[in-house]
């Protein structure tokens, strides 16, 4: 939806979760050194200022990316904390990453990535961010502007699909659009991120894709607050489809380091 800008949430749990899996998978892709194309169903701005009036209006950050940080959650030399703390000391110590600063950080320069976003105001953000030469912006529907790409070249590749999910046939949209990807690019990396909320429109969804005939589903779940008394989002769910071999472990691990960290 239009009116939805990121920035009310920019570094809650649910990014630390869903960007720590991002990074180790592009950690992982790199070290074939192949190129490969990567895109963004919706990609935002990019780069989010946590003293924003946006982003102090909820804090969500301070439970988050700032929690994380200050009891050493991840390990130094884990990616993810690699480039929040590379973006802190290029814009600030009060900038968090999204998804597409993860990715042109993370992958080489032979990669090509394509990011989508139909935001007016979200998309002027991101334009106005600095990029690399192989980074290629489009003002468009994400989900019509990958599949007019797909199969890519180069057809080595990784989609994110990261929607607002503010309205709930918008899982059935996110559902048809992996059906659709699919079978023009059988053997390109999906993943999925989505919110666990009390009316449980995701399970669905996830199911649908589960029942369907894709290779190497990898789900990851996990639940930050309790879902009998949360009023609004109680867990965070990433799903990947032809999940890269090799990588299952180090997605589980950053799972298991917030679960445990935000059960304790």
């Known amino acids: ?42 990609a935002g701005r990019g780069l989010y200022d946590l003293e924003s009036q946006e982003a102090q209006k909820t804090k969500e950050a301070d439970m988050g990316i700032e929690r994380v940080l200050k009891d050493n959650v991840f390990p130094k030399e884990h990616p993810y904390l690699q480039i929040v703390e590379k973006s802190r000391l290029l814009y600030g ?73 503010e309205i709930k046939n918008e899982y059935g949209v996110v559902l048809e ?31 649908e894709i589960l029942e369907l005939d894709l290779k190497n589903i990898i789900v990851s779940e996990l639940e930050f607050a309790d879902k009998k008394t949360c009023k609004g989002m109680y867990g965070s769910g990433m799903l990947i489809v032809n999940c890269p071999f090799g990588v299952n472990d180090a997605i589980s691990d950053c799972k298991d380091r917030l679960e445990v960290y935000y059960k304790n």
Not at 8 to 31: P, Q, R, T, W
Not at 124 to 133: A, E, G, I
Request: charge should be positive; proline fraction near 7%.
């Open 93 to 165: 110590n009060r900038i968090y990453p999204g998804s597409p600063i993860f990715a042109e950080y993370l992958l080489g320069n032979e990669d090509q990535i394509h990011l989508m976003e139909l935001h007016p105001q979200e998309v002027n953000f991101l334009r106005k961010t600095p990029h690399k030469s192989n980074v290629h912006i489009h003002f468009r529907n994400g989900f019509e502007g990958v599949l007019g790409l797909a199969p890519p070249t180069p057809r080595r590749g990784f989609v994110f699909i990261d929607p607002s999910y």
């Open 177 to 207: 659009f992996v059906k659709k990807l699919h079978r023009k690019w059988p053997e390109g990396i999906v993943a999925v991120w989505y919110p666990k909320l009390k009316a449980g429109h995701h399970e669905s969804m996830v199911e």
């Open 1 to 42: 939806m239009l009116s939805y800008q990121h920035i009310y949430h920019a570094g809650c749990i649910a990014d630390v979760h869903k960007h720590s899996i991002l990074s180790v998978i592009f950690s992982h892709l790199i070290l074939k050194g192949k190129a490969l194309s990567y895109f963004e169903t919706h």
